[in-house]
């Protein structure tokens, strides 16, 4: 039994221990932790089943009663049923002593029950649900009860927490399904027992009317809506059967609605809930459906009536987020934003069956006058909705028209099915079958017969549209206007507006815009809000409309500077803002029209920016710093998008200007950071285009010198020598002075520049390189002073590859080219980072093929400047990071794939046969220290060795016989073999490496990573080459070294026949790598086996 006998009861003091938890939860925060995880091992517990019954039977605390039912929740959707005895009655029983509450142990009793019959047999559900139904019927006190049984049953069937088989949820619901009219009846009559109940009975109803979704038929007919090519619809079978429009409960929840304005705000929402489920069970317009679909719409067209008049005057000024008008209209707004997808359903049906009685010679049908009156009122309702000064509110508005233009570009969302085998993760676009169709032309042409019935309504969208997007006038007068929360409604708008354009077209929302420019400049004050509704609109739609082709841009781009920009107030930034973001999406404009570029340009440089730092802040705190973004954002987007037409207006005069003014905004520290780096961008992207290479040289130096001057202070302080790696950060949030990261972004500004003209004279040196070096020891002392600030000097690293990478025509011979490199590895010495081996990895690719002799022997230097120390530390016990580790052996591999750097430093470097020695040592070592961990370095490192060897193969010259790369191979080849190293000879070493790495591989699931491929890479490397010998003959003693109980899983035969297969399949480096593979999963199975024999 469920109670006393069900299971052999704990210790006599257990339920006492359970009480003592219960309340420390609530009361002993010190130790809640301990207090929950030991009542969440005893709700596990078998003999929890005789201590809940206890608890569940006595007078107790409301917190006692509610775990013990939870209790009965946990392990009923856990399966863990009791042995023997009714379940149900016994959960009716203790249902009994809660019908008046408390609310929350009433509503765990109630879940337990409903997943207590999950678990019973499918042919048990209707017996069980009638007598629930019954029992929970007979006695007023009992109807709460009754209610919320009602209400839970449609949330359990669907409720994967319960651990039943998706079948059985299946056949439950169903089940359910096929008893609706007598729940139906049930809610009924409960809901007349008194207002308390008739919510709650509505809102079961709701409930069960969402359940109908179960019915497998609909299920499948919803399917196959979403697949279909010749416009599948469906309909619940209560909808196709006719007649729920006339249920008394719809109907009450009709009437509500259309009474929303004085009915009690709770029966509201629940008869919303009702219409809301109710216009959800169908998307055809057959009588039936239409019935329903027209009552739901009438409904809230006559709740519209009453209420929105109220709302009057909102429509400029807010509204109170929380007061009982915002509450009343959000349960109608609700249902507006729900039947947009219904209003253009219903409106192309409407038109489509007038078109056809016409075309028949016959009167339009007898409903459709009413239905047009209805439909259109909708519209109104959902037009007043988007302008509401009420974010909330206005998104329910603006959700009706994405729902009408989803449905006509047939781009609606299917929801998840709870009762599918699979769970469906979020919604997925679908497509509703409305007209749908895979032949493209018949989608075209339904689309275009769609397009002269919602033209009309969707321009009275766009001008709904545009009046919500209007700032108020006087922001900081607004008491209910959330700035933040605003823009983002905004962009919501900017979609609807965007997506509109398929309807309406773009020319004519821009016309429209026009038009209403017009009437608000000729007015006076000129309404700034106004112009910022208009920009708002041409953003959003500009990029929808061919460049160039109307007038109404121009002129606004026109009127920009002679606008009436404010200086106080929060107005002042929003103006602004404004003003920045039509620039920003006109810059393509701008850029081939040079008049109106100039003519912004000097907007930009004498009056736009230089007002921004003076305005007043918002009152957000992140509206200024937004405003100086936008702002900034736009002036290096024209700066970008027109540097070929600025470098040559006003005969090649007009470029000094703008740079000049531009250097003097980025040196004014009342900016932010990012917005001055901007800027620092759009001078780069002017002066990149200059054909004239002393100006550009010239003009940079200028601005470089400007950038020096802030520095002034900070080398003032800073000690006779540098602190080197004692050298802490200083500033308070820990990230280097701005003023040294704009210094090396004006020096790196310039470094994107095009391909020079043959035409022109080839100049002696870079400018970019120039300027570099005429300015070195300003940028050695911003380096040397502070490698302390990682980000400061991986800048620094980024600002040299790109100088050199666009200059390397001329960076070999500059002066400046090696002290760049060796200022990076003093760095690097200081504070080691992987970026500095970033940095001059890139650097070999860029010079390694420039056939230059001393160039080479720089390159050799610095890669063994930066390498050396890291396998020195492998062979000291005291490696540096993973992330440095692996870039310096990224680079090492870098350098030794070219063959002129590899014979350089194979021959001659002191370094590399320490290097090698270090690294064979360190290889297994790390893979089996902590292969996650050390993954990269030892790929990194096995990339090293393969290049090596590679380079010791004839093969890899491919017949090329010239002396240099002969002399390459027997250099590579006496490395591995001949030369001897500190720890001894390279190849068998390295064989053993091997062997040790596919050990050490084993326990971490061989197939997951890439040390098992990258051992595969380098062994078949080997055997391919003039090595294939030793290593066939020292990869048998090899794995039999290997620790027990590895060393034996391959016998003597097995490890021949291993080698002989390898040797078979080196040409496939697929099947080699799978043979390897296999051979590490043959190490891990050993090791598991071992593991469970312990």
């Given at each position: 039994r469920l109670g006393p006998g069900g299971g052999r009861l704990m210790a006599a003091d257990a339920k006492a221990q359970v009480l003592v938890h219960i309340h420390g939860l609530h009361k002993d925060f010190a130790n809640t932790q301990a207090h929950s995880d030991w009542l969440q091992h005893f709700q596990q517990a078998t003999q929890a089943w005789g201590i809940v019954h206890e608890l569940l039977s006595e007078a107790n605390d409301e917190v006692v009663h509610y775990f013990a039912a939870h209790t009965l929740v946990t392990k009923l959707q856990a399966g863990h049923l009791p042995s023997s005895g009714s379940i149900s009655q016994e959960l009716l029983r203790y249902l009994a002593n809660f019908w008046r509450g408390p609310a929350a142990v009433r509503r765990q009793l109630v879940v337990a029950l409903i997943d207590s019959a999950l678990w019973q047999a499918p042919e048990q559900d209707g017996h069980w649900l009638a007598e629930c139904i019954k029992q929970l019927s007979e006695r007023v006190e009992a109807i709460s009860c009754l209610l919320e049984f009602l209400a839970a049953i449609p949330e359990e069937a669907a409720n994967r927490k319960v651990v039943v088989a998706a079948q059985r949820r299946t056949v439950f619901a169903t089940n359910m399904l096929q008893h609706s009219g007598h729940v139906f009846e049930a809610l009924c009559k409960a809901s007349v027992t008194n207002e308390q109940c008739n919510v709650g009975a509505l809102h079961a109803f709701a409930r069960w009317l969402h359940l109908q979704h179960a019915d497998p038929a609909l299920r499948a007919m919803k399917k196959a809506t979403a697949k279909a090519t010749t416009g599948t619809r469906f309909s619940a079978d209560v909808v196709a059967k006719g007649g729920l429009h006339e249920h008394p409960l719809v109907q009450q929840a009709a009437q509500t609605i259309g009474a929303i304005a004085k009915a009690p705000l709770e029966l509201c929402r629940a008869c919303g809930d009702v219409l809301s489920e109710a216009q959800g069970l169908t998307n055809e317009a057959t009588p039936q459906a239409r019935a329903v679909l027209l009552l739901v719409v009438q409904a809230v067209v006559e709740g519209s009536r009453q209420l929105l008049p109220m709302t009057r005057a909102n429509l400029e000024m807010w509204m109170d987020q929380d007061g009982e008008l915002a509450a009343r209209a959000a349960v109608l707004g609700r249902l507006v934003g729900e039947l947009g997808a219904i209003f253009c359903r219903l409106t192309v049906a409407d038109h489509a069956q007038a078109a056809a009685a016409t075309a028949n010679?016959?009167?339009?049908?007898?409903?459709?006058?009413?239905?047009?009156?209805?439909?259109?009122?909708?519209?109104?309702?959902?037009?007043?909705?988007?302008?509401?000064?009420?974010?909330?509110?206005?998104?329910?508005?603006?959700?009706?028209?994405?729902?009408?233009?989803?449905?006509?570009?047939?781009?609606?969302?299917?929801?998840?099915?709870?009762?599918?085998?699979?769970?469906?993760?979020?919604?997925?676009?679908?497509?509703?079958?409305?007209?749908?169709?895979?032949?493209?032309?018949?989608?075209?042409?339904?689309?275009?017969?769609?397009?002269?019935?919602?033209?009309?309504?969707?321009?009275?969208?766009?001008?709904?549209?545009?009046?919500?997007?209007?700032?108020?006038?006087?922001?900081?007068?607004?008491?209910?206007?959330?700035?933040?929360?605003?823009?983002?409604?905004?962009?919501?708008?900017?979609?609807?507006?965007?997506?509109?354009?398929?309807?309406?077209?773009?020319?004519?929302?821009?016309?429209?815009?026009?038009?209403?420019?017009?009437?608000?400049?000729?007015?006076?004050?000129?309404?700034?809000?106004?112009?910022?509704?208009?920009?708002?609109?041409?953003?959003?739609?500009?990029?929808?409309?061919?460049?160039?082709?109307?007038?109404?841009?121009?002129?606004?781009?026109?009127?920009?500077?002679?606008?009436?920009?404010?200086?106080?107030?929060?107005?002042?930034?929003?103006?602004?803002?404004?003003?920045?973001?039509?620039?920003?999406?006109?810059?393509?404009?701008?850029?081939?029209?040079?008049?109106?570029?100039?003519?912004?340009?000097?907007?930009?440089?004498?009056?736009?920016?230089?007002?921004?730092?003076?305005?007043?802040?918002?009152?957000?705190?992140?509206?200024?710093?937004?405003?100086?973004?936008?702002?900034?954002?736009?002036?290096?987007?024209?700066?970008?998008?027109?540097?070929?037409?600025?470098?040559?207006?006003?005969?090649?005069?007009?470029?000094?200007?703008?740079?000049?003014?531009?250097?003097?905004?980025?040196?004014?520290?009342?900016?932010?950071?990012?917005?001055?780096?901007?800027?620092?961008?759009?001078?780069?992207?002017?002066?990149?285009?200059?054909?004239?290479?002393?100006?550009?040289?010239?003009?940079?130096?200028?601005?470089?010198?400007?950038?020096?001057?802030?520095?002034?202070?900070?080398?003032?302080?800073?000690?006779?020598?540098?602190?080197?790696?004692?050298?802490?950060?200083?500033?308070?949030?820990?990230?280097?002075?701005?003023?040294?990261?704009?210094?090396?972004?004006?020096?790196?500004?310039?470094?994107?520049?095009?391909?020079?003209?043959?035409?022109?004279?080839?100049?002696?040196?870079?400018?970019?390189?120039?300027?570099?070096?005429?300015?070195?020891?300003?940028?050695?002392?911003?380096?040397?002073?502070?490698?302390?600030?990682?980000?400061?000097?991986?800048?620094?690293?980024?600002?040299?590859?790109?100088?050199?990478?666009?200059?390397?025509?001329?960076?070999?011979?500059?002066?400046?080219?090696?002290?760049?490199?060796?200022?990076?590895?003093?760095?690097?010495?200081?504070?080691?980072?992987?970026?500095?081996?970033?940095?001059?990895?890139?650097?070999?690719?860029?010079?390694?093929?420039?056939?230059?002799?001393?160039?080479?022997?720089?390159?050799?230097?610095?890669?063994?400047?930066?390498?050396?120390?890291?396998?020195?530390?492998?062979?000291?016990?005291?490696?540096?990071?993973?992330?440095?580790?692996?870039?310096?052996?990224?680079?090492?591999?870098?350098?030794?794939?070219?063959?002129?750097?590899?014979?350089?430093?194979?021959?001659?470097?002191?370094?590399?046969?320490?290097?090698?020695?270090?690294?064979?040592?360190?290889?297994?070592?790390?893979?089996?220290?902590?292969?996650?961990?050390?993954?990269?370095?030892?790929?990194?490192?096995?990339?090293?060795?393969?290049n090596v060897l590679l380079w010791a193969d004839p093969s890899t010259c491919k017949g090329d016989t010239s002396p240099e790369l002969l002399e390459l191979q027997r250099q590579a080849q006496a490395i591995i073999v001949e030369r001897p190293l500190a720890r001894g000879v390279a190849l068998p070493r390295l064989v053993e490496a091997l062997a040790r790495l596919l050990a050490a591989a084993a326990p971490n699931g061989p197939a997951k990573g890439e040390v098992v491929p990258g051992v595969a890479e380098v062994l078949r490397t080997l055997l391919m080459g003039p090595f294939e010998y030793q290593a066939s003959g020292g990869l048998p003693a090899a794995l039999r070294a290997l620790p027990s109980p590895l060393g034996g899983v391959l016998a003597e035969p097995e490890q021949q026949r291993l080698v002989q297969q390898l040797k078979m399949e080196k040409a496939d480096s697929r099947r080699f790598t799978r043979t390897v593979l296999g051979v590490a999963e043959q190490f891990a199975v050993t090791l598991k086996r071992a593991q469970f024999g312990a």
């Amino acid at each position: 039994r469920l109670g006393p006998g069900g299971g052999r009861l704990m210790a006599a003091d257990a339920k006492a221990q359970v009480l003592v938890h219960i309340h420390g939860l609530h009361k002993d925060f010190a130790n809640t932790q301990a207090h929950s995880d030991w009542l969440q091992h005893f709700q596990q517990a078998t003999q929890a089943w005789g201590i809940v019954h206890e608890l569940l039977s006595e007078a107790n605390d409301e917190v006692v009663h509610y775990f013990a039912a939870h209790t009965l929740v946990t392990k009923l959707q856990a399966g863990h049923l009791p042995s023997s005895g009714s379940i149900s009655q016994e959960l009716l029983r203790y249902l009994a002593n809660f019908w008046r509450g408390p609310a929350a142990v009433r509503r765990q009793l109630v879940v337990a029950l409903i997943d207590s019959a999950l678990w019973q047999a499918p042919e048990q559900d209707g017996h069980w649900l009638a007598e629930c139904i019954k029992q929970l019927s007979e006695r007023v006190e009992a109807i709460s009860c009754l209610l919320e049984f009602l209400a839970a049953i449609p949330e359990e069937a669907a409720n994967r927490k319960v651990v039943v088989a998706a079948q059985r949820r299946t056949v439950f619901a169903t089940n359910m399904l096929q008893h609706s009219g007598h729940v139906f009846e049930a809610l009924c009559k409960a809901s007349v027992t008194n207002e308390q109940c008739n919510v709650g009975a509505l809102h079961a109803f709701a409930r069960w009317l969402h359940l109908q979704h179960a019915d497998p038929a609909l299920r499948a007919m919803k399917k196959a809506t979403a697949k279909a090519t010749t416009g599948t619809r469906f309909s619940a079978d209560v909808v196709a059967k006719g007649g729920l429009h006339e249920h008394p409960l719809v109907q009450q929840a009709a009437q509500t609605i259309g009474a929303i304005a004085k009915a009690p705000l709770e029966l509201c929402r629940a008869c919303g809930d009702v219409l809301s489920e109710a216009q959800g069970l169908t998307n055809e317009a057959t009588p039936q459906a239409r019935a329903v679909l027209l009552l739901v719409v009438q409904a809230v067209v006559e709740g519209s009536r009453q209420l929105l008049p109220m709302t009057r005057a909102n429509l400029e000024m807010w509204m109170d987020q929380d007061g009982e008008l915002a509450a009343r209209a959000a349960v109608l707004g609700r249902l507006v934003g729900e039947l947009g997808a219904i209003f253009c359903r219903l409106t192309v049906a409407d038109h489509a069956q007038a078109a056809a009685a016409t075309a028949n010679g016959q009167p339009p049908p007898s409903n459709g006058a009413a239905s047009e009156a209805a439909l259109n009122a909708l519209s109104e309702a959902a037009l007043h909705f988007c302008a509401l000064r009420h974010t909330d509110l206005a998104k329910c508005g603006l959700d009706f028209w994405y729902a009408v233009l989803a449905q006509h570009l047939v781009a609606t969302t299917e929801e998840d099915d709870p009762f599918d085998e699979e769970v469906q993760i979020g919604g997925k676009i679908g497509t509703d079958g409305w007209g749908q169709s895979r032949d493209q032309e018949a989608e075209q042409q339904r689309r275009a017969e769609e397009v002269p019935i919602l033209a009309p309504h969707m321009k009275r969208m766009v001008q709904a549209h545009w009046q919500a997007v209007r700032y108020p006038a006087e922001p900081e007068r607004e008491a209910y206007f959330d700035w933040d929360e605003f823009v983002r409604f905004r962009e919501l708008c900017s979609i609807n507006i965007t997506e509109a354009c398929l309807v309406v077209t773009p020319r004519w929302i821009i016309d429209h815009i026009g038009t209403l420019l017009e009437q608000i400049c000729s007015t006076q004050p000129i309404a700034w809000q106004d112009i910022d509704a208009c920009v708002f609109v041409l953003t959003g739609v500009a990029s929808r409309a061919p460049a160039g082709q109307d007038t109404v841009i121009p002129k606004l781009i026109e009127l920009l500077p002679s606008l009436p920009y404010h200086t106080e107030g929060f107005k002042a930034l929003l103006f602004r803002n404004a003003a920045s973001r039509l620039i920003l999406f006109t810059s393509g404009y701008l850029a081939l029209n040079p008049e109106p570029c100039k003519q912004i340009l000097r907007f930009l440089t004498v009056q736009h920016l230089p007002a921004i730092p003076a305005l007043p802040p918002g009152p957000d705190k992140d509206a200024k710093k937004y405003c100086e973004a936008i702002a900034c954002d736009a002036m290096k987007m024209v700066m970008t998008a027109a540097r070929k037409g600025i470098v040559t207006a006003d005969n090649g005069t007009l470029w000094r200007d703008v740079i000049s003014a531009v250097i003097t905004l980025v040196a004014d520290p009342r900016y932010n950071v990012d917005c001055r780096a901007q800027l620092v961008f759009g001078i780069g992207q002017v002066l990149s285009v200059l054909e004239n290479w002393d100006e550009l040289e010239q003009m940079l130096s200028i601005f470089v010198a400007r950038m020096e001057e802030p520095l002034g202070p900070i080398f003032a302080a800073l000690p006779a020598e540098p602190l080197g790696s004692r050298a802490q950060k200083t500033t308070s949030d820990g990230k280097a002075p701005l003023e040294l990261k704009l210094y090396i972004a004006a020096v790196s500004s310039v470094y994107n520049m095009p391909p020079r003209s043959e035409a022109l004279p080839r100049p002696d040196h870079h400018p970019v390189l120039a300027v570099v070096e005429k300015h070195f020891a300003t940028i050695e002392r911003v380096c040397i002073h502070h490698t302390q600030y990682d980000e400061l000097m991986e800048q620094v690293c980024l600002a040299f590859s790109y100088i050199l990478g666009f200059s390397r025509a001329y960076a070999a011979s500059s002066p400046v080219f090696v002290p760049m490199m060796k200022l990076m590895a003093r760095c690097c010495e200081y504070h080691p980072q992987p970026f500095y081996m970033g940095l001059v990895r890139s650097v070999i690719g860029f010079f390694a093929a420039a056939g230059s002799a001393q160039l080479d022997s720089i390159l050799v230097d610095l890669t063994g400047l930066f390498v050396a120390p890291v396998a020195r530390s492998f062979s000291m016990g005291c490696p540096l990071t993973p992330p440095i580790n692996t870039a310096s052996y990224e680079m090492l591999a870098e350098a030794l794939r070219h063959w002129n750097l590899a014979l350089l430093a194979i021959r001659n470097a002191a370094w590399l046969p320490e290097t090698l020695d270090a690294t064979i040592d360190a290889l297994p070592r790390l893979c089996e220290d902590n292969q996650v961990v050390h993954e990269r370095t030892i790929c990194a490192m096995m990339r090293f060795l393969r290049n090596v060897l590679l380079w010791a193969d004839p093969s890899t010259c491919k017949g090329d016989t010239s002396p240099e790369l002969l002399e390459l191979q027997r250099q590579a080849q006496a490395i591995i073999v001949e030369r001897p190293l500190a720890r001894g000879v390279a190849l068998p070493r390295l064989v053993e490496a091997l062997a040790r790495l596919l050990a050490a591989a084993a326990p971490n699931g061989p197939a997951k990573g890439e040390v098992v491929p990258g051992v595969a890479e380098v062994l078949r490397t080997l055997l391919m080459g003039p090595f294939e010998y030793q290593a066939s003959g020292g990869l048998p003693a090899a794995l039999r070294a290997l620790p027990s109980p590895l060393g034996g899983v391959l016998a003597e035969p097995e490890q021949q026949r291993l080698v002989q297969q390898l040797k078979m399949e080196k040409a496939d480096s697929r099947r080699f790598t799978r043979t390897v593979l296999g051979v590490a999963e043959q190490f891990a199975v050993t090791l598991k086996r071992a593991q469970f024999g312990a």
